[in-house]
């Protein structure tokens, strides 16, 4: 009789812990659901290159990019830069077919975006809630027409939130002009707060993030030859010029690989490499292409791509490393293992990464870093000077 006695008790403690647990599981959705559904109090401002979405999207993508003075110089730069856009559209074209016929980068950037802001949303209620807004430098969805859904939205704070891990003035330098150049001749939006990431290179979490992903393709290769691979780390070339100006670029992508191979333990053979050179300018080197040439001779047969400056999958990634190295030229030289790791994408260490980078900036109450906010030594760039002094009154109203 004692026995049942206490057995109804215990079961009767259980559904009361059990109908708590429930009521506290339906009350933190119900307020997530509350914060999902309010006006976005917290704006993330997702700044990339961007990809065409379609075929029919490659002629503009290229002339955007080769009628940019800031990531490219060309004499009479409006004519040539249309006729070279107008030449290397149907070879990119095809090349776009060979991965899908888009770039998926906005389908990555839109998934990176939504898995952060959930996570801030449960990390920084105070500031919830966030919905993240992609700008794209030179694909749809364009730069001034993002901040104009922004201010739609009425967000109160818009933290500008550079993709490239790296900075570089062509490329992250470029977006941060865009963005400038639109409110140039407009008035901002009205009692919105404005904030700077510019750059996050040595993050904790991003280099685990890249350190798991070539532990998980080292293992693919046969116990024998795995510590003889050479891991070659490959990031997008600039102009030589840019570097010699004072652009820290250069030294921000080895910075990461250093910390990416003493996490390592600098178990393999490595070497920085540069990819994806256009036109006839001096840029950095050495090539990935001509380096793994250059192994090959001196008797050396397995490798490991690793993209070290490009968070996501897009031609670059897709064509580039997988098509034009990894399976055309290791053809060609007769390579015997050659693998390419793949991008940060939504590697939960990536999210992680990149809620902690925003969280940390929320909550630090600094606006802009004073890094981003000087020039290199030798720049001589209008809109870089203006665009700065402008950056450095709007982060502190």
């Known amino acids: 009789m004692i026995g049942k006695l206490i057995n109804v008790l215990q079961f009767g403690r259980q559904c009361a812990k059990s109908s708590f647990l429930l009521s506290r599981q339906l009350s933190v959705t119900t307020n997530l659901k509350e914060i999902n559904n309010d006006k976005p109090k917290t704006g993330i401002l997702m700044l990339n290159m961007g990809g065409p979405s379609h075929i029919n999207e490659v002629h503009e993508y290229l002339l955007r990019i080769m009628t940019d003075r800031e990531i490219i110089q060309l004499p009479f730069q409006s004519q040539l830069g249309s006729w070279i856009a107008k030449k290397r559209t149907v070879k990119v074209q095809q090349k776009y077919e060979q991965i899908g016929g888009k770039s998926p980068i906005l389908e990555w950037t839109n998934k990176q975006g939504k898995l952060l802001c959930e996570s801030l949303d449960r990390v920084s209620p105070e500031t919830a809630p966030h919905k993240h807004y992609v700008a794209f430098r030179y694909a749809n969805p364009l730069t001034q027409n993002t901040l104009q859904k922004i201010e739609e939205d009425g967000v109160e704070h818009t933290v500008v939130f550079s993709q490239y891990p790296q900075y570089c003035c062509a490329t992250s330098g470029s977006s941060f002009v865009e963005i400038y150049k639109h409110f140039v001749n407009r008035h901002l939006p009205a009692n919105m707060k404005w904030s700077i990431i510019d750059r996050w290179a040595t993050h904790p979490l991003f280099i685990e993030t890249i350190v798991e992903r070539i532990k998980d393709e080292l293992f693919q290769y046969p116990e024998d030859i795995r510590n003889d691979v050479i891991i070659l780390f490959s ?133 802009v870093s004073p890094l981003f906010l000087t020039r290199c030594p030798q720049c001589n760039s209008k809109n870089c000077i203006e665009s700065k002094e402008w950056y450095a009154q709007i982060c502190k109203s």
């Open 235 to 367: 990031a997008h070339s600039v102009p030589l010029k840019v570097v010699l100006k004072g652009d820290t670029y250069a030294s921000e992508v080895a910075g990461t690989v250093t910390l990416v191979m003493e996490k390592l333990q600098y178990c393999n053979p490595y070497k920085l490499v540069w990819q994806s050179k256009v036109g006839p300018l001096s840029w950095l080197k050495p090539a990935t292409d001509s380096s793994i040439r250059a192994f090959v001779k001196q008797g050396k047969k397995h490798f490991l791509l690793v993209p070290i400056a490009f968070v996501n999958e897009h031609i670059e990634t897709l064509h580039e490393l997988d098509i034009e190295y990894c399976k055309e030229l290791a053809e060609e030289l007769g390579i015997d293992q050659i693998r390419r790791t793949a991008a940060p994408n939504d590697h939960p260490k990536f999210i992680a990464a990149l809620t902690d980078i925003v969280a940390s900036h929320l909550k630090s109450n600094k606006s």
